[in-house]
T-cell receptor
Framework: DAKTTQPPSMDCAEGRAANLPCNHS???????VYWYRQIHSQGPQYIIH???NNETNEMASLIITEDRKSSTLILPHATLRDTAVYYC??????????????FGGGTRVLVKP | EAQVTQNPRYLITVTGKKLTVTCSQN?????MSWYRQDPGLGLRQIYY???????DKGDVPEGYKVSRKEKRNFPLILESPSPNQTSLYFC?????????????????FGPGTRLTVL
């Protein structure tokens, strides 16, 4: 699976959008971009995933650049409950690839009132 | 409610005393997995199971055993716990991508079990 690079930490004001960048310059054509988050020692929580197109769900939006070498997770209206460590993961999926998740350092997001 | 449950949530034990951490999911997922999380080391996979009676080693299987006799349950067994197994443990489950289709999958994690071995 391709390696990802994320800033170690960032602050965000409550109610504002939080934009979390992720670099994955060695991504290959069959690798998806996944985002998970972990709120203080709780189980990691799936947020969103994408392959090429931008994606949106009830939690967040995922913007993937045209060359797929980087992406941005957008939390549109951050709340205090969004304070967590956010992990960007790039991986092949499917039976042959296995379902192991490898979490890097992530970005520690602190949402401030 | 779709969920993965783990028990116990917290456990303090002594070296050598066998213990079992249970994991159960109600989503009819084929795939289940155990991870441990340690400061500075991230999440590391211990064992995984692709279906009933099918299990395989992850990255750090030493000192652990698993079984998958039913689809919904995947217990983690420490036959002779040692202090270096003090950690935060997570169970996860997901659907298994069909053979002929490559598609996204989503893993659902349990709340975690904090284990301390003295």
């Amino acid at each position: 699976d391709a390696k990802t690079t994320q800033p170690p930490s960032m602050d965000c004001a409550e109610g504002r959008a939080a934009n979390l960048p992720c670099n994955h310059s060695t991504i290959s054509g069959n690798e998806y971009v996944y985002w998970y988050r972990q709120i203080h020692s709780q189980g990691p929580q799936y947020i969103i995933h994408g392959l090429k197109n931008n994606e949106t769900n009830e939690m967040a939006s995922l913007i993937i650049t045209e060359d797929r070498k980087s992406s941005t997770l957008i939390l549109p209206h951050a709340t205090l409950r969004d304070t967590a460590v956010y992990y960007c993961i790039v991986r092949v999926v499917g039976r042959a690839a296995g379902n192991k998740l490898t979490f890097g350092g992530g970005t520690r997001v602190l949402v401030k009132p | 409610e779709a969920q993965v449950t783990q028990n116990p949530r917290y456990l303090i034990t002594v070296t050598g005393k066998k213990l079992t951490v249970t994991c159960s999911q109600n989503m009819n997922h084929e795939y289940m997995s155990w991870y441990r999380q340690d400061p500075g080391l991230g999440l590391r996979q211990i064992y995984y199971s692709m279906n009933v009676e099918v299990t395989d080693k992850g990255d750090v299987p030493e000192g652990y055993k698993v079984s998958r006799k039913e689809k919904r349950n995947f217990p983690l067994i420490l036959e002779s716990p040692s202090p270096n197994q003090t950690s935060l443990y997570f169970c996860a489950s997901s659907l298994w991508a069909p053979r002929d289709r490559v598609g996204p999958d989503t893993q659902y994690f349990g709340p975690g079990t904090r284990l301390t071995v003295l």
